[in-house]
Every structure is written in structure tokens, then in C-alpha cells.
């Protein structure tokens, strides 16, 4: 009976691990895509204008509440009581990924175009797009172990390791700002050349739930480093870079 139990469990963290990296990869692909093309009304649902916007609203509300309750720590505390703490990541990867979906899914387009761009500036904002693209994985890249999917802490529990703990360290686009992943996606945001009323409604509302992320995300990090986070603060901007050439020693 104890080996059945054990391949049951690992059975189901196999599982999730997939369904994980699965869902993680498609949305963000998704996601990717709609920044760049805009709606792709794939489902009409024949509103009219303002009920189209309140949709569109409610859809990116949806995904707002479901990060703020699923990152909150009384959140986890609840879950932990159902769930290995190992698999929350991935949970909330799962549930991210599958309102993602929804809003590129269900996003409805809007008939009215508030600006557009054409010629050259038209393909430098399409540069800007695909460079903000690498950036984000330079960033990524950058912090080494980070883990955007929550797959670690699966894979630490199948090997009976313990996941292992990021530490304080300045490397790549952290040298410039303090929050370039944040800085890369509101490039990326803000680089779509035809800006109807339905992507200028999606760039606002994400542009300011990013503001929020970053406060919050200082909070955290002063937290889990104190005093090294502060002196790097008071050095580093937290998004728009100051020098095209960052002085290491003060890093």
C-alpha cells in the first residue's frame, strides 16, 4: 500500500508539472501574440461599444483579483491545508495561465481607433515590440535560477531536495533599473502601432496594475533582504534608467 500511495503522489506531481508547463507556455505565447497583433475576435459576442469596453474591463479585472488573492500569504495558509505547499506556484501559474486565455479569448474589439502609426514610426515600434522581448529574457536570464512557471518547488519535492533559495545579487538590466521585467513589459505593452479604444482600455489598466506590482514587489524585497535592498535602491531607479553605462561600483 505504501508504494501504490508514493507512485500516487508522485504520479499527480507528474502531472502537474505538466499541465503547469503546459498551460504557462500557451497563455504566455497567447498573450505574446494578442500584444502584438491586438484582438483577434475570436469571439463575437455582438455587444455594442461601451458593453464591449465593460467586458474587456471585467476580463482584466478577473485577472487582477485572482493575483492579488492567490499571492496573498493568508491565501496560501488557507491552501496549504489542502494542498503541499510545493504545488502552490504551480497553481497559481495554472489559474494565471487559464484567465489569460480568457481575456485573449473572449476580448472583444472595439470599432474606433484612438491613434495609428505608419511609416517609420510604424517599424520602430515594431522594433521596439521584439526588443522588449529580448530584454525580458535577459532579464530573466539574469536572475539565474528564477522560476516564472513555480516548477521548482515540484521538482525539488520529486527529487526530496529543498528548493533552492534565490539570493541578493545585481547582474545584467538589474545594473540599470531595478525592475526591468516590469520594464520590458510595459514596452512591450505600449509598442503596438494601432491603438483602438480596446487596446488603449488594456494598455491603461495593465500599465497601472504594474505600478502596483512594483510598489508591492519592493515591499517584498526589502523584506527578504533589508539593508542590501536598501543601498541598491538608493542607487538604482526602479524603472527608467538613468546612464547608458552602469557604474558597477555602485552596484
Given at each position: 500500500m505504501?508504494?501504490?500511495?508514493?507512485?500516487?503522489?508522485?504520479f499527480?506531481?507528474?502531472?502537474?508539472?505538466?499541465?503547469?508547463?503546459?498551460?504557462g507556455q500557451?497563455?504566455?505565447?497567447?498573450?505574446?501574440?494578442?500584444?502584438?497583433?491586438?484582438?483577434?475576435?475570436?469571439?463575437?459576442?455582438?455587444?455594442g461599444?461601451?458593453?464591449?469596453l465593460?467586458?474587456?474591463?471585467?476580463?482584466?479585472?478577473?485577472?487582477?483579483?485572482?493575483?492579488?488573492?492567490?499571492?496573498?500569504?493568508?491565501?496560501?495558509?488557507w491552501?496549504?491545508?489542502f494542498?503541499?505547499?510545493?504545488?502552490?506556484?504551480?497553481?497559481?501559474?495554472?489559474?494565471?495561465?487559464?484567465?489569460?486565455?480568457?481575456?485573449?479569448?473572449?476580448?472583444?474589439?472595439?470599432?474606433?481607433?484612438?491613434?495609428?502609426a505608419?511609416?517609420?514610426?510604424?517599424?520602430?515600434?515594431?522594433?521596439?515590440?521584439?526588443?522588449?522581448?529580448?530584454?525580458?529574457?535577459?532579464?530573466?536570464?539574469?536572475?539565474?535560477?528564477?522560476?516564472?512557471?513555480?516548477l521548482?518547488?515540484?521538482?525539488?519535492?520529486?527529487?526530496g531536495?529543498?528548493?533552492?533559495?534565490?539570493?541578493?545579487?545585481?547582474?545584467?538590466?538589474?545594473?540599470?533599473?531595478?525592475?526591468?521585467?516590469?520594464?520590458?513589459?510595459?514596452?512591450?505593452?505600449?509598442?503596438?502601432?494601432?491603438?483602438?479604444?480596446?487596446?488603449?482600455?488594456?494598455?491603461?489598466?495593465?500599465?497601472?496594475?504594474?505600478?502596483?506590482?512594483?510598489l508591492?514587489?519592493?515591499?517584498?524585497?526589502?523584506?527578504?533582504?533589508?539593508?542590501?535592498?536598501?543601498?541598491?535602491?538608493?542607487?538604482?531607479?526602479?524603472?527608467?534608467p538613468?546612464?547608458?553605462?552602469?557604474?558597477?561600483?555602485?552596484?
Amino acid at each position: 500500500m505504501a508504494i501504490i500511495h508514493n507512485f500516487s503522489k508522485r504520479f499527480a506531481a507528474y502531472t502537474l508539472l505538466i499541465i503547469t508547463g503546459l498551460i504557462g507556455q500557451v497563455s504566455l505565447m497567447a498573450l505574446g501574440l494578442f500584444l502584438f497583433h491586438g484582438s483577434f475576435d475570436l469571439v463575437r459576442l455582438g455587444l455594442g461599444e461601451t458593453a464591449s469596453l465593460g467586458l474587456n474591463t471585467c476580463l482584466c479585472l478577473l485577472f487582477f483579483i485572482q493575483h492579488s488573492i492567490m499571492v496573498r500569504k493568508s491565501y496560501r495558509q488557507w491552501l496549504s491545508r489542502f494542498v503541499r505547499k510545493e504545488f502552490h506556484s504551480a497553481l497559481y501559474t495554472i489559474a494565471s495561465g487559464i484567465v489569460l486565455l480568457a481575456i485573449v479569448l473572449f476580448w472583444q474589439k472595439s470599432a474606433h481607433t484612438f491613434a495609428a502609426a505608419d511609416g517609420m514610426f510604424y517599424w520602430l515600434l515594431r522594433g521596439c515590440y521584439f526588443l522588449s522581448i529580448a530584454g525580458f529574457v535577459w532579464g530573466n536570464m539574469a536572475l539565474g535560477s528564477f522560476d516564472s512557471f513555480g516548477l521548482n518547488p515540484i521538482l525539488s519535492y520529486l527529487r526530496g531536495t529543498q528548493p533552492e533559495q534565490l539570493d541578493f545579487t545585481v547582474r545584467g538590466p538589474y545594473q540599470w533599473v531595478r525592475h526591468p521585467l516590469y520594464f520590458f513589459s510595459l514596452l512591450m505593452i505600449w509598442s503596438c502601432p494601432d491603438i483602438t479604444m480596446d487596446r488603449l482600455l488594456f494598455n491603461l489598466l495593465f500599465t497601472t496594475w504594474m505600478m502596483v506590482g512594483m510598489l508591492m514587489e519592493e515591499r517584498y524585497m526589502i523584506a527578504s533582504f533589508g539593508e542590501a535592498y536598501l543601498n541598491y535602491r538608493k542607487k538604482v531607479p526602479m524603472l527608467v534608467p538613468r546612464y547608458i553605462c552602469p557604474d558597477r561600483n555602485k552596484t
